[in-house]
């Protein structure tokens, strides 16, 4: 499956944004997706999950409550809203596929990744 990530931008403290990751070649809802991020120097973060159907979502603890993933089966793409946005969440951010729910927060677990778009957020 190829993905696309989108939505990334310039937003200042308490501001929100708004990813999108469009998904073709395969069967979307046969996927487990992820977002994960990666600030300059640091590793590879997971930040959100979503099952197949979209039933069940996990987070991170930093953003639970701030951020939210959901999905559209129907036009193949996932979303990260992302609301009180705060200067440590910038970074690179990257969606993600498996076709299991096995480690969900692991970067290496996942088979398929998206282009990251770039999260910059001001003080």
């Known amino acids: 499956v190829q993905l696309q990530a989108s939505g990334g931008g310039l937003v200042q403290a308490g501001g929100s944004l708004r990813l999108s990751c469009a998904a073709s070649g395969r069967t979307f809802s046969n996927y487990y997706m992820g977002w994960f991020r990666q600030a300059p120097g640091k590793e590879r973060d997971f930040v959100a999950g979503i099952s197949r159907s979209g039933s069940s979502t996990y987070y991170a603890d930093s953003v639970r409550g701030r951020f939210t993933i959901s999905r559209d089966n129907a036009k193949n793409t996932v979303y990260l809203q992302m609301n009180s946005l705060k200067p440590e969440d910038t970074a690179v951010y990257y969606c993600?596929?498996?076709?299991?729910?096995?480690?969900?927060?692991?970067?290496?677990?996942?088979?398929?990744w998206g282009r990251g778009t770039l999260v910059t957020v001001s003080s």
């Open positions: 993600a596929g498996k076709d299991n729910i096995l480690a969900l927060p692991t970067p290496t677990a996942y088979d398929y």
